[in-house]
């Protein structure tokens, strides 16, 4: 068999690593190569965000460094019972590509994921190497965030945390019953284990930068997840208990979800098609709602529907008013911000001018209505010096009237 070349290696890994979503480059520390010293940024120009249409990240080079896989999960594209093209990239491939690839202005940073070749360890040491050759050999001062494996060395995973930005553990499925079923090879326990002992070098390295000026950053971005939805039973109550579960216990920077994908070959066991795109996007909604809002685990299951999940027509914060109206409405001018935040329709910086302008007159229906995007969504859960919903807040049909109108697209329009 002749060997491959680096693009052929390109085609078949970078197509691999589509299916992980924790890729977002937020919240690292800056560096830059203002001065001539050295090579990327992770600021201004440097991390340029592009989104596709599914919300996913692609501002990164983000590529497998091979999809051989000594694992044999189901889910998995990549498995190793797979019959897909094989590739493995050397360390200083993935570095070539890196550089020639931001140099083009092509890509700010780096993903870079892997099957298990030979065992763990070996896998985990040569993606630490790509990312130790770009910091030490070549000062490559743009984002980096390397996706580490559970089963390996704990040292071996602290030293990607210090040349990486951000580094991730996929706990892969949210039910530990779904994770035996689906990827036999892996351990649970084991996957929160090394979480754990990631979050310890995150809390000793930003003590250590406390007391030492020049003490070495240990992943400045914090360390990410991502789950699977909708390749096992689990329903979205089961997924957000345990999103707010590895918050608290890992103090994650991002819990990430990934509409299970039907793949080639597919096991028995799995769905025979995806579950909607619109159930991951509900899921995001929910998380920023714990996130930014100050809703608790139990509103947003509050929210789900006799299933155990979120309604796919309505957003949760708009299913969590109409179940709750007592709540409302709300009084704009005398409201407190976590009563605001509850509004649909009201995002947090809306709730900041409210709360900023009522201190210097009272508020009208027409001065809320600037601050929205859809002010027909905000009517029927507040009040106003001008404007009392009386009945509109208990109507049966409030539903109906605030779900966004589907339209069926024709085939052959101008």
């Not at 797979?82 to 070539?96: I, K, L, M």
């Not at 984002?143 to 704990?154: F, G, N, S, V």
């Not at 007159?361 to 507040?382: C, E, G, N, W, Y």
């Not at 509109?392 to 024709?410: G, I, K, N, V, Y």
């Amino acid at each position: 068999m002749a060997a491959q070349t680096v693009l052929q290696k390109l085609e078949i890994l970078a197509d691999a690593a589509k299916y992980d979503a924790s890729c977002a480059s937020s919240g690292t520390a800056k560096k830059n190569s203002l001065g001539g010293r050295g090579i990327g940024s992770t600021e201004g120009m440097g991390i340029c965000h592009a989104y596709a249409p599914d919300g996913r990240c692609i501002s990164l080079l983000k590529i497998l460094l091979t999809n051989h896989c000594v694992f044999d999960c189901h889910y998995c594209v990549n498995r190793k019972s797979s019959n897909v093209a094989r590739a493995r990239f050397t360390p200083q491939e993935v570095v070539d590509l890196t550089l020639a690839f931001y140099r083009r202005n092509y890509i700010e940073g780096l993903f870079l994921s892997s099957g298990i070749v030979k065992n763990s360890n070996h896998t985990m040491e040569q993606i630490v190497e790509v990312a130790r050759i770009l910091r030490e050999e070549h000062d490559f001062r743009g984002y980096i965030h390397l996706k580490t494996i559970p089963e390996a060395d704990p040292e071996i995973v602290h030293q990607a945390g210090l040349y990486a930005d951000r580094v991730s553990i996929n706990v892969e499925l949210p039910t530990d019953s779904g994770l035996t079923r689906l990827a036999p090879d892996k351990d649970a326990r084991q996957i929160e284990g090394a979480m754990g002992k990631v979050k310890s070098d995150l809390v000793e390295a930003k003590d250590a930068r406390k007391r030492f000026k020049h003490a070495p950053r240990f992943a400045p971005a914090g360390q990410s997840t991502q789950m699977i939805v909708g390749a096992d039973a689990a329903t979205d109550a089961d997924i957000v208990g345990k999103a707010s579960r590895l918050y608290d216990n890992f103090r994650l920077r991002r819990v990430y979800y990934s509409a299970f994908s039907p793949i080639p070959d597919a096991s028995a066991v799995l769905p025979l098609k995806r579950p909607p795109l619109i159930r991951e996007h509900r899921l995001y909604q929910s998380d920023w709602l714990m996130r930014f809002y100050g809703y608790k685990p139990t509103d947003v299951m509050q929210a789900t529907e006799a299933d155990g999940n979120l309604p796919l027509d309505i957003d949760p914060k708009l299913a969590w008013a109409l179940k709750f109206r007592e709540a409302f409405p709300v009084d704009v001018n005398r409201a407190s911000k976590e009563q605001l935040l509850r509004v649909p329709g009201l995002g947090v910086k809306a709730v900041g001018k409210i709360l900023a302008s009522r201190r210097h007159r009272a508020l009208r229906l027409d001065d809320v209505a600037l601050l929205t995007q859809s002010i027909t969504k905000v009517r029927p859960f507040i009040v106003t010096v001008d404007w009392r919903p009386i009945t509109l807040t208990d109507r049966a049909d409030l539903r109906s009237l605030l779900a966004p109108r589907t339209e069926q697209l024709e085939l052959f329009a101008a």
